[in-house]
């Protein structure tokens, strides 16, 4: 059973870990302090480090909590079948979460070999492929081409059209992009499982 | 006509500029100093601010300089007609760049919104998505999907390959996820230009 203080304390985790994923996005994790965090998520500035110890524990903790998110909007509901619909619905999920743009501000430092964060990035990308993997393998697709090469292309093209988007969205329509990502996907499947028509 | 004095001028240029761009990618933009610039291309230190100003101004050369080679890349020699093989070669090229890596090194940077950099990025990716849409228009896709629109995804999938590639070489093939791309295309396309076989 949950005690009241451990709820509490729950509670107090979440609105600390929500405020920071957007704070991190919309400022940068170096420019953000303590104090921004406090004041956006109305919990105490000195119960943070207590929470999360440094700095770097809260990143790692706001990248575990996106992680978790991503898992969790993929994961199958009983009785649904991984579909195209699915998966697409996860993609256009992502681009509205506030932390996709965190994971961009966040690359170079998970560049770094010995980075804590890249372990993180690793970790998310494997998600998504396995999750992008073990439906396709269901899937009748053609000879010589693996779920796995697949996987990394699909997940991949999800990365670039986000990027592109945040650098030019003006110039970028996300969702005109991940349309076409599902016809390019279905262009390999035989017609009866949504192969493109051309024009009979 | 080119006097001596700009021959040489020239080279020194360009021996700055590929030893930046090497260095940026390695190290780096904000580790790298004139003193590694000046030591890695033979080229006195005080001459490189002579050529490029401040340090941002050789970043941006660095940047303009691998825009034109991206651009020279993708020209299409005469009688050669925009293919799924020349796109290919691109996209392989690519991966082999020093500047590839120092497009995601410095991709925080771009997300400023006054960046100087930005622009460049911009420029990069309309470099690519208009080479990939002129070609796209040539060929006889499915109706409701814009060439537009699918230069975003295969562009993107470039991108994404890349950067999964970047964080875990060990678990991503970037061959692979290309010849997957390379399907993924020519599925959309009639038979005669190349779609993909059920086993047939």
Redesign the interface.
Known sequence: MTTRREQTSNESRELILAAAAELFAEK?YRQTTFVDVAERSGISRGSIPWHFGSKEGLLLAVLERSVAMVRDSLAEKPGEEASLEQLSRGAGMMFALPTT?LF?????E??EPDSPI?GR??EI??TL?EHCRRWLERL?L?????A???A?????????????W???PE????E??????R???A??L?AGEG?????E
Request: hydrophobic share 50%.
């Open positions: 940068g743009k961009v501000t966040l690359l170079v998970a560049q890249r990035y690793v990308h494997n492929r009748p053609p000879q010589g081409l693996s796995e090469a697949l990394v292309t699909i997940i991949g093209a999800g990365i670039g059209v986000h990027q592109q945040l650098l030019a110039r970028v329509d996300p005109q992009a991940l349309a076409a990502l016809a390019l996907v262009g390999i035989p192969a493109a028509s051309h024009g």
